[in-house]
């Protein structure tokens, strides 16, 4: 049976009523965690939830690790991420997420979307896209929209016929705004769409 959440879903969206009764429910089990899901986009320029190589997972199974954190990493830094071949910028930032990290002790839970994106866009390295997959994943904020996420915009151009060279960001909002305060849900129907198609 489909929730009230799918439900408005459909009635908002043709596109997405089909989707609503082709693909499972997509159901994400967040870590909570900023600082380890932070560290996901920056090694595999994906966050972990998404990640088919899995490379971020391999590494901490390397260094023997189930959870990143401040007391673990010297130890992800010498058994596993120094000894990964990353661009010197990755390293960058993800020495200046450990260094904003270990300085603000901050319940991101309890900051309202544009304060997480204040405090977060302050270090050096970290996107707007970043800060997305932090808010849609990590925190599960209900109405999140990545325009700039390439995937995304791959599978709206596929499902609603969008001309990827003219206005796209803004064509693909106008149709977001149909999902209303249900736009992160519809996003991850979208990205769930994708990956039941990919294994057929």
């Not at 994400?28 to 920056?42: A, R």
């Not at 998404?50 to 901490?60: D, G």
Request: proline share 2%; hydrophobic share 40%; aromatic share 8%.
């Amino acid at each position: 049976m489909k929730s009230d959440n799918e439900k408005v879903l459909a009635q908002a969206d043709p596109m997405l009523e089909k989707i609503i009764l082709q693909v499972p429910k997509p159901v994400i089990e967040s870590t909570g965690d900023v600082f380890h899901d932070l560290m996901s986009c920056v090694v595999e320029q994906q966050i972990h939830y998404r990640s088919t190589k899995k490379i971020f997972q391999k590494m901490l199974n390397a260094a023997e690790i189930e959870r990143l954190d401040l007391n673990n990493f010297q130890i992800f830094e010498e058994k596993s991420l120094g000894k990964t071949k990353l661009a010197i910028g990755k390293y960058e930032t993800a020495s200046r997420i450990l260094d904003y990290f270990s300085k603000n002790k901050i319940d991101w839970h309890s900051l309202s979307n544009e304060d997480v994106r204040l405090r977060l866009s302050s270090i050096k390295g970290i996107g707007k896209w970043t800060i997305d997959m932090i808010l849609l994943y990590t925190l599960q904020r209900p109405n999140i929209f990545p325009s700039d996420d390439f995937h995304l915009k791959q599978i709206m151009v596929s499902l609603y016929g969008l001309d990827a060279k003219v206005k796209l960001k803004d064509l693909m909002l106008e149709i977001a705004e149909n999902w209303g305060e249900h736009t992160s849900l519809a996003v991850l129907y979208l990205f769930a769409w994708k990956q039941h198609h990919r294994k057929k």
